[in-house]
Each structure stands twice: as structure tokens, then as C-alpha cells.
């Protein structure tokens, strides 16, 4: 356990490391760990020797997929591949290799490979309930004030579905990102998160969540409209 223990620090160096010029990749990274292993703790049989080094190594291929600008560049597909290269520097044996890169090839949210083993489920699962809740929010901003996208959009969901998403569908591109506000990330995104969700937990943690940033919204609209 004192091995095991001491692995995973290390692979968090390393991690940090690789994700130098991404701090906050590397704190979304820190939080995950801290949701999986939460989530872990509600379910039967996990394997913390394969979840723990899978949270820390998931997004480790966000640089190549981020400098990649033909789009062809799946973070959780090279992020796989990466962390094997790394596992083997450590006790890993090829099966857990192989364990640990389904969890990361299984983790993107429109992902084509789905979860099949409990750590994949919960890593998928904390990875989501981190764009949700009080730091969902602070992290809606923040990379709204990057892009220089607006604070709120005056307009129904319906009208900004049509006129802003390819072919109109909630499931299609966002047309002009400058046009996108958190709420509407909220409302065409991250609403329908906890049904996508595989753990109880998971679901029940990110129901809490949207619950809170459905009441922050409210209240934004209210201010926004010079309600009292
Ligand atoms: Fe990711
Ligand atoms: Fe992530």
C-alpha cells in the first residue's frame, strides 16, 4: 500500500508536470480525484490500484488534442496511449495497463467507447459532476471571459437552438461561440448531464448541483431584468 501510495504521487508529479502550461487542467485533475474517490466509496469492489493512476492520467493528452487545430486529435485517445508509456515506468503489469487506458479512452462525454467497468463509470461520472455546482459555474465564466463570449443571452432556448446551433439541433455545433453564454451551456449542455451519468451517487451528486445553478440562473435573469 506504501508502494502503491508512493506511485501515485509520483504520477501526479508527472502529471503536473505535462500539464505545466494548464494549471487549471491540472486542478480540474486534483478535484476528479477527489469526486472518484468520493464516488468509490458508495460502491462495491473498486479497484482504487486502477482508478486512482486512471483520474490522474485522464487529461493528459489535452495539449496535443488543444495544439491539433484540424480537430482530428481525441485527448482521450492519445491520453490512453500516453499513460501507458508512463505506467510502464512503474509496477504495472499489462493488464492494468489495459484496465487504466479504457477508463481514460472511455471518459469524454461524446465519446463513442462507453464505460464498462466500475472505474471507467466513476471516473466518467466525477469527470462530468465537475463542470457542475459552484465551480461549474466559476469555470462557465471564466472560459466565457477567455473567449469573449456575452454574460447572458435575451432569448429563449428555442430561438438561440435555432439560430445558433448547426441544423438548429441541441446536439449540433455552436455556430458563433461569441453568441454562447454559461446559461446557455446550462441549458443546452449541462442540463442533461446527470441522465448520461452510470453511478447512483453520481447521479444524486450532480442532480444537487444543477439544482444549485438552476436557482443561480433564476436569479441572474431577476437581476439581469431589474426584478426585486
Ligand atoms: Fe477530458
Ligand atoms: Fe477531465
Do not use: W
Not at 28 to 53: F, M, W
Not at 98 to 122: F, L, N, Q
Request: one cysteine or more; hydrophobic letters at 35%; glycine letters at 6%.
Amino acid at each position: 500500500m506504501i508502494n502503491m501510495d508512493h506511485n501515485i504521487e509520483k504520477i501526479r508529479e508527472i502529471v503536473a508536470d505535462i500539464l505545466v502550461c494548464k494549471t487549471h487542467d491540472m486542478d480540474h485533475t486534483n478535484r476528479v480525484y477527489n469526486i472518484s474517490l468520493y464516488l468509490a466509496s458508495h460502491e462495491q469492489d473498486v479497484d482504487l490500484g486502477i482508478l486512482k493512476p486512471a483520474v490522474l492520467l485522464h487529461d493528459i493528452g489535452r495539449i496535443k488534442e488543444d495544439s491539433d487545430n484540424s480537430g482530428n486529435t481525441d485527448h482521450a485517445t492519445i491520453g490512453a496511449k500516453m499513460a501507458g508509456e508512463i505506467l510502464l515506468n512503474f509496477n504495472y503489469s499489462n493488464e492494468d495497463i489495459d484496465k487504466i487506458s479504457h477508463c481514460i479512452s472511455a471518459h469524454r462525454y461524446r465519446g463513442e467507447i462507453k464505460a464498462e467497468t466500475i472505474e471507467a463509470k466513476i471516473l466518467f461520472d466525477a469527470d462530468k459532476i465537475d463542470v457542475l455546482g459552484a465551480i461549474g459555474l466559476a469555470r462557465s465564466f471564466t472560459s466565457n471571459g477567455q473567449y469573449g463570449q456575452i454574460m447572458y443571452t435575451e432569448q429563449s432556448v428555442e430561438e438561440y437552438v435555432k439560430e445558433n446551433f448547426v441544423e438548429g439541433k441541441i446536439t449540433g455545433r455552436i455556430k458563433d461561440p461569441h453568441k454562447h453564454s454559461p446559461q446557455m451551456e446550462y441549458e443546452t449542455k449541462f442540463k442533461f448531464i446527470s441522465n448520461k451519468l452510470y453511478t447512483e451517487k453520481g447521479k444524486q451528486v450532480a442532480k444537487e448541483r444543477l439544482e444549485y445553478m438552476s436557482d443561480f440562473f433564476k436569479r441572474l435573469k431577476q437581476e439581469i431584468a431589474g426584478e426585486f
